[in-house]
């Protein structure tokens, strides 16, 4: 069984910064594509980016210029840097990778339990 384990959530005021990382407990051989979602109460799912095995991103609207995604693929992690945060960035961050291919074989889609990001003052 592979699993993905999200860190770096927590409480930040209005305007401050956090990083999120992601790590596969497992040794993994191979990913395509990494992402990070979200999910605030009461509301469904949304990407917030990702990032494919050649390094190309793509952001939500709603995120772009205040985030970045990053992947160490010799570390089979990825990270999301976030700056400039908006209470209405307040929800669970989880991370997803596609395309993972370890010992045990291949995984089509792994998701993290979730990290909770809170933006208050």
């Known amino acids: 069984q592979v699993r993905l384990v999200e860190s770096g959530g927590g409480l930040v005021q209005p305007g401050g910064s956090l990083r999120l990382s992601c790590a596969a407990s497992?040794?993994?051989?191979?990913?395509?594509?990494m992402g990070w979602y979200r999910q605030a109460p009461g509301k469904e799912r949304e990407v917030v980016a990702d990032?494919?095995?050649?390094?190309?991103?793509n952001y939500a609207d709603s995120v772009k210029g205040r985030f970045t995604i990053s992947r160490d693929n010799a570390k089979n992690m990825v990270y999301l840097k976030m700056n400039s945060l908006k209470p209405e960035d307040t929800a669970v961050y989880h991370c997803?990778?596609?395309?993972?291919?370890?010992?045990?074989?291949?995984?089509?889609?792994?998701w993290g339990q979730g990290t909770l990001v809170t933006v208050s003052s």
């Open positions: 990032i494919n095995s050649r390094g190309s991103t």
């Open positions: 997803k990778v596609t395309g993972l291919v370890t010992k045990l074989g291949y995984h089509p889609e792994v």
């Open positions: 497992r040794i993994i051989l191979s990913i395509n594509n």
